[in-house]
């Protein structure tokens, strides 16, 4: 449901998109040195494959987006991490769009680079952080695809709401995983999450 | 790297070989023939063109050899995504109404538009199937980088498609282990932890699978610069695919503007 395809948003819409990317995959591939990249191209593909676990809610069910947990081992370099993501995704399965993947990747990426920020300062305790840092990441991605929607035009503003409603039993689910996946790692990985990224 | 693959990974493959033709142009076109295609269909404002769009993806289906079946369902996947979108325009764009209930009023206006905007989606989406969805993930970076996209990207792009599969893998043995000790999926906070740990055990293994690849890496002498190896070059082929898909695009430009 992040994914808005080709075709809906408008023009200005898409070029705000594209500069939010571009400038954070300029900090991202920054920060993404040598050293790193084996640990996030590992963490890019497995935000991939978990795009492919379907969690039950009710009588439907959702795939994590997995955002707070990438701004929390990533920081900054979570841009470029997602954006791989977004491109296989596209030449995969077709989903989202090509002219689109700036807006797409803005919406996805700044908050959970911005909430997991969030999230490391609250590391001392491990299952808070990954409720915070996975409830702001996904909030912050209905927001923005809301009102990518909404500044499109004054039409489709109905469908960002409905849309926005749409994230809370997301937003349920990702607290809990991500807490669960950042109390195991600090567990039994404790330095995966002291590195600074 | 299928051998490793435990579950059917069919949801993966793309849905088939390209056949000769698309096959023997250089990834770089194809890369850049799936972008000017997009930036043309997004900027196409009358149905007809946009309806006219769809002939040249599905023409690029059928030369890419994609399976009718595989490859419906994954357009109707990407509708299903913009459906609240496409079922609310006709209400809230105005104009003179189709039908109504009450004060419910589905509009002539907003219908054109949701059918403009599913119309173009799939053109683009097909046409992206077609072009990329055939190629290797390793060409289809490769290509990237000849394309001048920062080599970091284009590096850490290489890795992850490389270790997609080994991941899916691994999740499947782990998912496997829990279905063994009676687990089964509901919606409940227990199950939803337990898959919260599922993810998170696929984290720990592959933080560490990132470190000895790493290791393994410095060892050969890794400096954030994968090497290319391919040699593609533009051919006549390209040549011609790139006039034809000129040509097209004059077409569908005039066809908007009449």
């Known amino acids: ?197 | 790297m299928s051998a490793l693959v435990l579950s059917p990974s069919a949801a993966l493959e793309p849905p088939c070989r390209a056949k000769p033709l698309l096959a023997r142009l250089d990834p770089r076109s194809r890369v850049l023939a799936a972008l000017a295609f997009a930036l043309l269909v997004v900027c196409l404002r009358s149905l007809p063109a946009a309806i006219a769009a769809l002939m040249p993806a599905i023409l690029l289906a059928l030369l890419a050899g994609l399976q009718p079946g595989p490859t419906l369902r994954r357009l109707a996947a990407l509708e299903g995504f913009m459906i609240l979108t496409l079922l609310s325009l006709p209400f809230t764009m105005g104009g003179p109404a189709l039908f109504s209930w009450g004060d419910w009023h589905w509009g002539l206006e907003g219908t054109r538009r949701a059918v403009l905007i599913l119309t173009k989606g799939s053109a683009i989406a097909l046409s992206v199937l077609a072009l990329l969805g055939t190629l290797e993930l390793t060409e289809l970076g490769h290509a990237l980088a000849r394309l001048r996209v920062p080599p970091r990207f284009v590096a850490l792009f290489v890795l992850s498609a490389r270790y997609v599969d080994v991941l899916r893998a691994e999740y499947a043995r782990l998912r496997l282990a829990m279905r063994a000790r009676g687990f089964c999926p509901r919606a409940s906070l227990h199950c939803w932890r337990s898959l919260g740990h599922l993810l998170g055990m696929l984290v720990v293994s592959s933080l560490e699978r990132a470190e000895r690849v790493h290791a393994a890496m410095r060892l050969r002498g890794f400096n954030g610069h994968l090497h290319l190896l391919d040699e593609h070059r533009a051919s006549g082929l390209d040549w011609g695919f790139a006039a034809a898909l000129a040509v097209t695009g004059a077409l569908l430009a005039v066809l908007d503007l009449a």
């Open chain 1, 1 to 197: 449901m992040a994914h808005i395809p080709d075709g809906v948003v408008s023009v200005p819409v898409l070029v705000a998109g594209a500069a939010l990317s571009v400038g954070g995959m300029a900090l991202g591939l920054r920060r993404l040195t040598p050293e790193r990249l084996p640990k996030a191209a590992m963490l890019s593909a497995l935000f991939f494959v978990a795009s492919l676990v379907h969690f039950p809610v009710g009588v439907s069910s959702v795939h994590l987006l997995m955002g707070g947990l990438a701004g929390i081992l990533l920081g900054w370099a979570a841009f470029p991490a997602i954006a791989v993501g977004l491109v296989l995704q596209a030449a995969l399965f077709g989903f989202g769009g090509v002219v689109v993947l700036g807006v797409n990747l803005a919406n996805i990426a700044l908050p959970a680079t911005l909430a997991g920020l969030l999230g490391r300062r609250l590391l001392a305790r491990p299952a808070v952080a990954g409720a915070v840092a996975a409830m702001g990441a996904v909030a912050g991605t209905a927001v923005m695809v809301a009102l990518s929607l909404a500044l499109s035009g004054r039409e489709f503003l109905v469908a960002g709401q409905a849309l926005a409603v749409t994230y809370i039993p997301l937003m349920a689910v990702e607290a809990v995983a991500t807490a669960a996946m950042i109390g195991l790692l600090a567990k039994v990985k404790p330095e995966s999450l002291e590195l600074r990224p």
